[in-house]
């Protein structure tokens, strides 16, 4: 796929409106005499709070307004949950925890935690390590919406010490994360929203959700309908020019994730340094301004935008292709590169 130059005009926001509550089965367009089914209803419901360091916003679909409410309730209480397990600014977490043990001993975690850092190394794998989780020692050094100053090349070697994610060692039979060297850092900041979207999808299906969309800062996940039956209308953000819809993606049964440098950076000497740093050099990757990545799991979708992100628009799409992915890559000159499995799912507002 050659990169399309298009002039880039992709806003971010949830192009998502809400359907009126109720809705009426299509009446059938026969000779014989309408049988009008019994009006099926569904109510929409929606909830935001600030949770992960981000504002967490959810909206639930379900038969009626209580069983909307659960599905909610039971949404942002396994949020929390998860934010307690797998949170490094809560010293009690159990990535804390492993960070503090790192080469000194191996940590037993939970189920959940284990199957995140297995899904975080093999996507570190598929990308060839431009997704790092090890790449914690970097993130403190930057700091980037705290400290916005730019690390010493000194800095950056001693911390490039410590960001080989082969030294992350998992032990399948013990449920053990060890960390090989003391001062090695494990981060999820890049796939652990888009996980716990994922097992909140989960949980508000089992409490009578129908159909919800589950937005944690810039990672989406979808099930089922709105409550007038139709799909979710997701914008994709510009990386230079908020509020500005180039296209929506309809959206039922899926995940969506955006990663961009557009949020969280700084400008010095009119170069914007943004979170997004590329483990070969512990800087800020420079082949991108966002990438938008749909996949069937929230997990995957949030981790690959990440990975690409670093990648670039060439080795990026190749590797969306490879894995049938669908991306929307919006490169350093502002052109739009877009994969197989989305191009014909852009849709103009
Ligand atoms: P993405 O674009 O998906 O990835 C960028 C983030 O991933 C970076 O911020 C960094 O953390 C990490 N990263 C950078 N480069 C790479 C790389 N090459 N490979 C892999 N990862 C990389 N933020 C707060 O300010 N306060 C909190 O209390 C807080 N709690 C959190 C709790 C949890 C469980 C999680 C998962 C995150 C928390 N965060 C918190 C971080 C915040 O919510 C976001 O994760 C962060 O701002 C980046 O979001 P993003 O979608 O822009 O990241
Ligand atoms: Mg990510």
Known sequence: ???????????????????????????????????????TTSVTQTRAQYLMGTIVDITAVAPTEAAAQAALTAGFEEIRRLEQMLSTWID???????????????????????????????????????FNIAIGPAVRLWRVTEAQRVPSDIELAIAGQYVDYHMIQLNPAEKTVYLEKPGMQIDVGGIGKGFTAEKVAAVMRRNGATGALIAVSGDFRIFGRRADGSSWPVGIQHPRKPGHLLATIDSTDEAVSTSGDYERFFLKDGVRYHHIL???????????????????????????????????????????ERLRLGAAIVDADGRLNVSNRLAQRLKSP
């Open 1 to 39: 796929m050659q990169p399309v130059p298009l002039p880039l005009a992709m806003a971010a926001c949830l192009a998502c409106t809400f359907a009126l509550p109720g809705c009426t089965s299509p009446q059938r367009a026969t000779s014989e005499p309408a049988v009008v089914a019994p009006a």
């Open 92 to 130: 009690t977490s159990e990535l804390s925890q492993v960070n503090r043990a790192a080469g000194h001993s191996p940590v037993q975690v939970s189920a959940e935690t284990f199957e995140l850092l297995t899904i975080a190394l093999d996507i570190a794998a598929q990308t060839d390590g431009a």
């Open 278 to 320: 590329d483990p070969a050099t512990l800087k800020p990757a420079r082949l991108c301004q966002s990438v938008t990545i749909v996949a069937d799991n929230a997990t995957l979708a949030d981790g690959y935008a990440t990975g690409i992100f670093v990648l670039g628009p060439v080795r990026g799409l190749a590797l969306a």
